[in-house]
């Protein structure tokens, strides 16, 4: 469209959008419209308008004012009983697009909500997926380191009562053995601390097999 004195844009593109209010186009609009393009009292530019306007579904008010306009006082017809019949058109506002960041924390939300769903759709047949590990707290080294002091020092004591009661008072005998009882008792020591590590590992590695099939279900 060209632009005329007055800022009213001529025929060629029709009328472009965000023109303010828009009616639609009746059949004694259309009329009317198809008049003025072949009226030649009229503007170069009102007759190109008109012609435009007059195939389109709707009309800018502002437009169908200009070539109203156009026309002398005692030709026009009344603007109100032109416009009889026609509604007003409205135009759907474009949808706001969302921002980059906002879509990745909506896709984290939806996400979690579905992790949610799933640890509450199988929290009674899947199992814990925490395995305490050996040792974890103060309370469990403390007690642990107790409980091999205990047991070496009566090591040593049954050692050292055993050889003196064997090779009599002999006080290196003696020591002798509750050095090999001692040695005996870290080494029974040791020997519980592999099994219950060992019983430990079993437990984690069956949870997480449990838990991969869990999830290799969940995909499929």
């Given at each position: 469209?060209?632009?005329?004195d007055e800022?009213?844009?001529?025929a060629g593109?029709?009328?472009?959008?965000?023109?303010?209010?828009?009616?639609?186009?009746?059949?004694?609009?259309?009329?009317?419209?198809?008049?003025?393009?072949?009226?030649p009292?009229?503007s170069?530019?009102?007759?190109?308008l008109?012609?435009?306007l007059?195939g389109?579904?709707s009309?800018?008010?502002?437009?169908?004012?200009?070539?109203?306009?156009?026309?002398?006082?005692?030709?026009?017809?009344?603007?109100?009983?032109?416009?009889?019949?026609?509604?007003?058109?409205?135009?759907?506002?474009k949808p706001?697009?969302?921002?980059?960041?906002?879509?990745?924390r909506?896709?984290?939300l939806e996400?979690d909500a579905?992790?949610?769903?799933?640890?509450?759709?199988?929290r009674?047949?899947?199992?814990?997926?925490?395995?305490?590990?050996?040792?974890?707290?103060?309370?469990?080294?403390l007690?642990?380191?107790?409980?091999?002091?205990?047991?070496?020092?009566t090591?040593y004591?049954?050692?050292?009562?055993?050889?003196?009661?064997?090779?009599?008072r002999s006080a290196?005998?003696?020591?002798?053995?509750?050095?090999?009882?001692?040695?005996?008792?870290?080494?029974?020591?040791?020997?519980?601390?592999?099994?219950?590590?060992?019983?430990l590992d079993?437990?984690?590695?069956?949870?997480?097999?449990t838990?991969?099939s869990?999830?290799?279900k969940?995909?499929?």
């Amino acid at each position: 469209m060209s632009v005329d004195d007055e800022g009213f844009e001529s025929a060629g593109d029709g009328p472009r959008p965000n023109v303010g209010l828009t009616i639609s186009n009746t059949d004694a609009i259309r009329k009317f419209l198809t008049s003025a393009s072949s009226d030649p009292n009229l503007s170069d530019v009102i007759r190109e308008l008109s012609s435009s306007l007059a195939g389109e579904s709707s009309v800018p008010y502002v437009y169908l004012r200009r070539v109203w306009l156009g026309y002398e006082r005692g030709c026009r017809p009344s603007l109100p009983v032109l416009m009889s019949g026609s509604s007003f058109v409205f135009s759907s506002p474009k949808p706001r697009e969302k921002s980059k960041e906002l879509k990745n924390r909506l896709k984290k939300l939806e996400e979690d909500a579905e992790r949610k769903a799933y640890q509450e759709l199988v929290r009674d047949i899947a199992p814990k997926e925490s395995v305490e590990e050996p040792f974890s707290s103060y309370k469990d080294q403390l007690g642990f380191g107790l409980h091999v002091v205990v047991t070496m020092f009566t090591g040593y004591l049954v050692g050292f009562a055993a050889f003196r009661a064997l090779f009599g008072r002999s006080a290196a005998m003696s020591a002798a053995g509750g050095i090999l009882g001692l040695v005996c008792a870290m080494l029974l020591e040791t020997l519980l601390f592999i099994l219950r590590s060992s019983s430990l590992d079993r437990k984690l590695s069956r949870t997480q097999t449990t838990s991969s099939s869990l999830k290799m279900k969940k995909n499929q």
